[in-house]
């Protein structure tokens, strides 16, 4: 049974910083591409980053390039989204996800003074 659990997440200061975590099990996690989507309020999820099965290549929303960081521990079978110069709208539920169409639960990230 695939499962995948955040942690990480809450309340920071605009120009903050915080990383999110996402434990994998269940599946073989170096084996599958992984992303983080989010979702504002009253708005669709939306692509954040990606990170190839390796770790070797990623990809970023304009968004949030030079700001963001997607990594990935495949020892730990564990994903991360590093957020630095965080923004009010960065506000959000942040969701990770294994290939094809497996979710975390979603962690609420919050940027406000």
């Known amino acids: 049974q695939v499962q995948l659990v955040q942690s990480g997440g809450g309340w920071v200061q605009p120009g903050g910083s915080l990383r999110l975590s996402c434990a994998a099990s269940?599946?073989?996690?170096?084996?599958?591409?992984m992303s983080w989507y989010r979702q504002a309020p009253g708005k669709e999820r939306e692509l954040v980053a990606t990170?190839?099965?390796?770790?070797?290549?990623?990809d970023y929303a304009d968004s949030v390039k030079g700001r963001f960081t997607i990594s990935r521990d495949n020892a730990k079978n564990t994903l991360y989204l590093q957020m630095n110069n965080l923004k009010p709208e960065d506000t959000a539920v942040y969701y990770c996800k294994a290939w094809p169409n497996s979710w975390g639960q979603g962690t609420q990230v919050i940027v406000s003074s």
């Open positions: 990170i190839s099965i390796g770790g070797g290549s990623t």
């Open positions: 269940g599946f073989t996690f170096s084996m599958k591409g």
